[in-house]
């Protein structure tokens, strides 16, 4: 990061291309400087962050699906600061017109069916996921630390087991090493405590991140709920 003074714009305007599969590094660099104004009360960070913003916005704009991760990210913020970074961008060339970041997030291109059933012959959940064709969700283990796990949460309960199926690899472009996901209708089995055994109400969420070949979507919690 260079830094003169109250100046911190960059000496040559990165290349950006969105974040695709991996955060951009222009997107990555507004989320550091948000949170070192958070942080150090330094109004310079904020500004550098919003400085950086207005430069992509007309990106944004046009293709937001090409920004899940910084969007995802903005999501996050406060609303009244999520509101001002909004309003920024609405005042440039090319105005995201909401006053929330808006991307399709993935539960779009996903459903999910709950279900009791036995597990192991103890009580038990199973969980159906349809992912949509041409996509795929990041696997349990998921293979980098930037990419959003499929992970089931329960509201309450800790669960005996919860088994994930195994995943598969595929090869795209950008990552030669390999991408442990999960496509097509994967079955999640939950084995619950046996005190379980006589129903009551449940409620658990899904965590999923989908992608396909060009980009990854904002990750989605998709809730469930078992009655009793």
Request: glycine share 6%.
């Amino acid at each position: 990061m260079i830094e003169t003074g109250q100046d911190l714009t960059l000496p040559i305007a990165p290349r950006t291309l969105g974040d695709i599969h991996r955060p951009a590094g222009i997107s990555a660099a507004i989320v550091l400087l948000l949170r070192l104004g958070e942080l150090t009360h330094k109004a310079r960070y904020t500004q550098a962050a919003r400085a950086a913003l207005e430069h992509i916005s007309s990106q944004i704009a046009a293709n937001p699906l090409h920004w899940g991760y910084l969007l995802a990210r903005l999501n996050a913020l406060p609303k009244a600061q999520r509101i001002r970074l909004a309003s920024l961008v609405r005042q440039s060339r090319t105005a995201i017109a909401s006053q929330t970041f808006q991307v399709t997030n993935s539960a779009a291109v996903a459903r999910l069916e709950a279900v009791r059933a036995p597990v192991g012959g103890k009580p038990g959940i199973v969980l159906y996921l349809h992912i949509a064709t041409g996509y795929h969700v990041n696997a349990h283990t998921a293979t980098f630390a930037y990419l959003i796990p499929t992970v089931v949460h329960l509201e309450g309960i800790t669960p005996t087991r919860i088994e994930y199926p195994k995943a598969h690899l595929i090869e795209p472009a950008f990552a030669r090493e390999g991408l442990r996901v999960y496509t097509g209708d994967v079955i999640i089995r939950i084995t619950l405590p046996t005190e379980l055994s006589v129903p009551h109400p449940i409620h658990g969420s899904l965590r999923i991140q989908a992608c396909n070949d060009r980009i990854c979507l904002a990750p989605a919690l998709i809730p469930f709920t078992l009655g009793g």
